[in-house]
């Protein structure tokens, strides 16, 4: 028995069908592709930073004979924290200085206390004020990093760092940090933390959560404990 061969092909009706659903599937998939590639592009820009300013650190103690009195914890001490930045940038083109409540052009602006917790964001430390309240200069290095070094002499061992400056998105926990110095207890190296005044936005994240899978937290002394 001969049987006639038959061609199959898709209809138009199903072609547009199929279109269709492929078309939702990108439309409901696509920001969160997008989210996570910006996360990832962000966190790696955030790692390249430590891992430069916390050589950078290590190298100006060398130099330095032991650690600069800027720090938080343990005692606190603030008497050496203008040696310690101006040291610290002259490892760095810095293209210009600029105060951040004064001079809104050369920084970007950020959402306040009451914003983040208002739009689910985390803010840890309730004593912990807005950028305003400290006064900070901001130095914008060569490569678009934002550094804020707060006006107050005693309060100089806590910086923010905007790793992606003007191109944004400018969050909290997505490539805004706000950092301090911290030395390890009975030790002569500092620890560079978010321990003071935690802040990050809806679905950012803290200091520790970008660097734990980077870093090993036991052996690196310039984490997060």
């Known amino acids: 028995m001969r049987f006639k061969n038959k061609n199959f092909a898709f209809t138009l009706a199903e072609v547009l069908i199929t279109l269709g659903i492929i ?34 650190i290590k190298n100006m103690e060398y130099e330095n004979g ?61 004593s912990c004020s807005d950028m305003a309240h400290f006064n900070y ?29 003007h191109k944004g998105p400018n969050k909290w926990g997505y490539d805004v940090f706000t950092l301090n110095l911290s030395p390890q207890q009975n030790a002569n190296y500092v620890k560079i933390t978010d321990m003071i005044c935690t802040r990050y936005e809806k679905g950012g994240r803290r200091l520790k959560n970008v660097l734990l899978n980077n870093y090993n937290i036991n052996r690196n002394p310039f984490l997060y404990e």
């Open 23 to 56: 078309g939702v599937v990108a439309v409901l998939t696509l920001p969160v592709v997008k989210s996570k590639i910006e996360n990832y592009v962000l966190r790696n820009q955030f790692l390249k930073f430590y891992a430069s300013f916390s050589s950078t």
């Open 137 to 165: 200069s901001a130095h914008v290095l060569a490569d678009g990093t934002i550094v804020y070094i707060s006006g107050y002499v005693h309060s100089r061992y806590q910086f923010v760092v905007d790793i992606n400056g």
């Open 66 to 126: 032991g650690i600069f009195k800027c720090y938080y914890y343990p005692g606190g001490e603030y008497s050496e924290c203008n040696d310690f930045w101006n040291k610290f940038f002259e490892h760095y083109k810095v293209i210009k200085i600029c105060n951040y409540n004064t001079d809104k052009s050369c920084a970007p602006v950020y959402k306040s206390k009451s914003q983040i917790i208002a739009d689910g964001g985390a803010w840890l430390n309730p």
